[in-house]
């Protein structure tokens, strides 16, 4: 049971290039959430999903794309990298909503330049 | 307006002695609370939960306490290690913005051998 798994763990991109940050969990949970966390601030919720082909914008959802069409994969896109995404982006999961704690991932380590 | 937040950004202990972090919370409408765990370079790991309906509820080595007239939370760690050093940071969920997790800055752990 790996948990929350995410790749790459780092990236250098370029002003205007584009990737896809993976995201897969292998416990069965329907919610997947997408945060960024930078320096000196709280976790911001990106996107999160209740379920397979179900997706919503968090808090900060500007700039990022996301498509759940498992229940296992969660990527997050990327489409016109910017130095504002400069970030650490973690994954999580949970059995349900608001009442079962986020199990995160370790985390994409992402510069833009 | 509305804030998870944490009343001291560093704290130093002695090894062996007790810690105490402190979070406070300005939504009476949140009903779950988490403590995380984040070290350098890792996604925050699930330390302990509680319920609205609880005031006190313990793990091991840790207790979590929840004062819901002062809306204020805290995290006891009983006879702090080495290996407790780490950023710790509390996040409320709240019914009214559709059970989605709202997160403190965090509290840098120190402890000294």
């Given at each position: 049971?790996a948990?929350?798994?995410q790749?790459?763990k780092?990236?250098?991109?370029k002003?205007g290039?584009s990737?896809t940050?993976q995201?897969?969990q292998d416990?069965?949970?329907?919610y ?8 000196g601030m709280?976790?911001?919720?990106i996107y999160?999903s209740?379920g ?7 808090e900060v ?17 990327l489409?016109l ?8 982006y973690?994954c ?11 199990h995160f991932?370790?985390?994409t380590?992402l510069?833009?330049? | 307006?509305?804030?998870v937040?944490?009343h001291l ?5 002695q090894?062996?002695?007790?810690s ?6 300005s939504?009476s ?6 403590w995380?765990k984040q070290?350098?370079g890792?996604g ?5 939960d509680?319920?609205?309906n609880m005031?006190?509820?313990?793990g091991?080595?840790?207790t979590?306490l929840?004062?819901k007239?002062?809306?204020?939370l ?6 702090t290690q080495?290996?407790d050093?780490?950023?710790y940071?509390c ?6 913005t559709?059970?989605q997790?709202?997160?403190?800055t965090?509290t840098?752990?120190?402890?000294i051998?």
């Open positions: 049971n948990g929350v798994t790749t790459p780092f990236r250098i991109l002003i290039q990737m940050l995201c897969a416990m069965n949970h329907n997947m959430y997408w945060y960024r966390q930078d320096p709280g976790l911001k919720l999160y209740v397979a082909g179900i997706t919503d914008k968090g959802p500007n700039g990022y794309n996301v498509s759940r069409s498992t229940t296992e994969d969660f990527p997050l896109r489409e990298a910017a130095p504002s995404q400069t970030s650490v973690f999580a999961s949970s059995y349900s909503a608001g009442v079962s704690p986020l991932g370790n985390g380590r510069t833009v330049t | 307006g509305e804030s937040g944490l950004p560093t704290l130093s202990v090894e062996g002695d007790n105490i972090i402190n979070c406070a919370y939504n409408a949140s009903d779950y609370f988490i995380y070290e350098s890792k925050p790991q699930f330390i302990i509680i319920r609205s005031d006190k509820r313990q091991q080595r840790v979590v929840l004062n007239t002062v809306k204020h805290s995290l006891q760690i009983a006879a080495p290996g050093s780490a950023v940071f996040a409320e969920n709240r019914l009214n559709g059970n997790f709202y997160f403190g965090g840098s752990l120190t402890v051998p």
